[in-house]
């Protein structure tokens, strides 16, 4: 990524993470309109879309940007010395732009209003414990994936997220800009804006202690 430009970077990964909330909220909300109020077959097909377009978003755009689409992973690659601060700035923000450009292109494919504040109701420790486990989860298939096998990172990663929807009781957010931008969408895949605040503190301390604990795991 060293000869591709700043730019084309921060372009990558806004159209990275607007795509990847297009196919989380707008699979939810297909789902629901097919699933005959069906709350399990809604989620599994949540759960298969979101792998099946993260694992092509990847694959689009991994060798532009590294395709973090999700603040934690541009943290993450900070404290690895491996992005100087002042870029990771500018791919969080444009993280977040992208998600909510994503989640309002969606509403308007399925004619409904740009914004509309969630009402689900997603709070309580279990929850944030769960949030805490899919992001360390999450880290480490990136850490050591990416050292020992990068070419399978993108398959490990949507498979993990795939499975991270049914064995987390959040249903795997493990994305704070994924969850800052769920919170502006009513449909099934939303979040109260005020239970944002409790997982993407969970997801920052599960992205810590992955780095800690990989990066002695992983040290020769």
């Given at each position: 990524m060293?000869?591709?430009?700043?730019?084309?970077?921060?372009?990558?990964?806004?159209?990275?993470?607007a795509?990847?909330?297009?196919?989380?909220?707008?699979?939810?909300?297909m789902?629901?309109?097919?699933?005959g109020?069906?709350?399990?077959?809604?989620?599994?097909a949540?759960?298969?879309?979101?792998?099946?377009?993260?694992?092509?978003?990847?694959l689009?755009?991994?060798?532009?940007?590294?395709?973090?689409f999700?603040?934690?992973?541009?943290?993450?690659?900070?404290?690895h010395?491996?992005?100087?601060?002042?870029e990771?700035?500018?791919?969080?923000?444009?993280?977040i732009?992208?998600?909510?450009?994503?989640?309002?292109?969606v509403?308007?494919m399925?004619?409904?209003?740009?914004?509309?504040?969630s009402?689900?109701?997603r709070?309580?420790?279990?929850?944030?414990?769960?949030?805490?486990?899919?992001?360390?989860g999450?880290?480490?298939?990136?850490?050591?994936t990416?050292?020992?096998?990068?070419?399978?990172?993108?398959?490990?990663v949507a498979?993990y997220?795939t499975?991270?929807?049914?064995?987390?009781?959040?249903?795997?957010?493990?994305?704070?800009?994924?969850?800052l931008a769920?919170?502006?969408?009513?449909?099934?895949?939303?979040?109260r804006?005020?239970?944002?605040?409790?997982?993407i503190?969970s997801?920052?301390?599960?992205?810590?202690?992955?780095?800690?604990?990989?990066?002695?795991?992983l040290?020769?």
């Amino acid at each position: 990524m060293q000869n591709i430009t700043y730019s084309r970077r921060l372009v990558a990964e806004f159209l990275g993470t607007a795509f990847l909330l297009a196919v989380v909220v707008g699979s939810g909300i297909m789902a629901d309109k097919l699933s005959g109020g069906n709350v399990g077959l809604v989620l599994l097909a949540n759960a298969l879309a979101t792998g099946a377009g993260l694992y092509a978003l990847i694959l689009i755009f991994g060798s532009i940007s590294g395709a973090h689409f999700n603040p934690v992973v541009t943290i993450s690659e900070v404290l690895h010395n491996r992005l100087p601060v002042i870029e990771a700035i500018g791919y969080i923000g444009i993280q977040i732009v992208g998600a909510v450009v994503g989640v309002m292109a969606v509403h308007l494919m399925f004619d409904l209003p740009l914004i509309s504040f969630s009402e689900h109701i997603r709070t309580g420790g279990s929850l944030w414990w769960s949030e805490c486990v899919a992001t360390f989860g999450l880290l480490a298939v990136i850490l050591s994936t990416s050292k020992y096998r990068p070419e399978i990172t993108p398959a490990a990663v949507a498979a993990y997220i795939t499975s991270a929807y049914w064995f987390t009781s959040s249903t795997s957010f493990a994305n704070p800009a994924v969850t800052l931008a769920r919170s502006l969408t009513n449909t099934f895949a939303g979040i109260r804006p005020t239970d944002t605040v409790g997982f993407i503190a969970s997801q920052i301390v599960g992205m810590l202690i992955a780095v800690v604990l990989f990066r002695w795991i992983l040290q020769k």
